[in-house]
């Protein structure tokens, strides 16, 4: 098995956008990668055409699959549970099972067709579990008041002194070529009250050509408090600031830079009358030229 070919299928894995892990596996979206993309026979190499000739390739790369969906927050459903669970390092049981705090259950997740199964009994083992259920509490209201729709929960960290609180928003539009996640990873120290994260914006268009925003913003407050609504309050004034600061951007960059790529008017400075276009002759009748 060539060491290339697992590379680039873990490249391809890292890029792959909102909502489209399998699309990117069945090579339907290769424009995003050509960066990352190997030519064989010149034509764009995809992890599907790899795995024809190599089909254990998948199995090879599954360490790439695992960062991809804990880093992604990917939320999957549990049989006979109406909440999605969360996919995160911080509620890894290892062996590729995770627990969930609200359902108290753990299970098994495949990370390359993102399902989750073998759900089995887990009570959470936290000297913070009263106030990780206060959170949760918190951090549902939240999400129900900010996002049409989201994954969230509070975990321990490994050494059971701060708490990760995460939250992911999807928003998938196919039929109209976008796809869009925001991400939110705190960590809470109770021992300090100050709270550190960062916020993720991943949105992608791709009717005819690919746009794609990729951007982090990181979040520090010194002093949040210790009661749950508190350390909610700060986080929805964080957030809040960072969508009014990238409203503001797309402003600027469709007023400024965007407007800039093109040209207001041609050369001679006059608005072209399109419905004549056929007649003029140019250099002659064009608006603005001159006759000879």
Do not use: C
Request: hydrophobic content about 35%.
């Amino acid at each position: 098995m060539s060491n290339q070919n697992i590379a680039a299928v873990s490249a391809f894995v890292k890029g792959a956008p909102p909502g489209e892990l399998s699309d990117v596996i069945a090579g339907t979206t290769l424009k995003d990668y050509i960066a990352n993309t190997l030519l064989i026979q010149n034509r764009l190499l995809d992890i599907k055409a790899l795995t024809i000739e190599e089909p254990q390739l998948l199995q090879s790369a599954q360490p790439a699959f695992e960062k991809y969906n804990e880093e992604q927050l990917t939320a999957a459903k549990l049989t006979g549970n109406s909440q999605s669970v969360l996919i995160s390092p911080y509620n890894s049981l290892g062996n590729g099972r995770y627990y969930d705090v609200e359902s108290k259950s753990s299970f098994a997740f495949d990370h390359t067709t993102q399902k989750a199964s073998a759900v089995e009994s887990h009570n959470l083992d936290s000297q913070h579990i009263l106030l990780v259920t206060s959170l949760m509490k918190s951090l549902s209201s939240h999400g129900k008041e900010h996002y049409p729709a989201s994954t969230y929960s509070v975990f321990p960290t490994s050494s059971d002194s701060k708490l990760a609180l995460v939250l992911v928003a999807n928003k998938y539009s196919p039929s109209n070529f976008w796809n869009g996640r925001w991400r939110s990873i705190y960590i809470y120290d109770p021992s300090s009250s100050t709270l550190t994260g960062t916020i993720h914006v991943d949105v992608h268009y791709y009717e005819d050509g690919n746009v794609r925003l990729s951007t982090t913003k990181p979040v520090n407050i010194s002093s949040v408090g210790s009661e749950a609504r508190d350390i909610i309050r700060q986080i929805a004034t964080a957030e809040k600031k960072y969508q009014e600061e990238l409203n503001r951007g797309f402003n600027s960059l469709s007023e400024g830079a965007f407007k800039g790529l093109r040209r207001q008017l041609p050369v001679t400075r006059q608005k072209v009358e399109w419905e004549k276009i056929s007649s003029y002759r140019i250099g002659q009748e064009f608006p603005g030229g001159r006759a000879r």
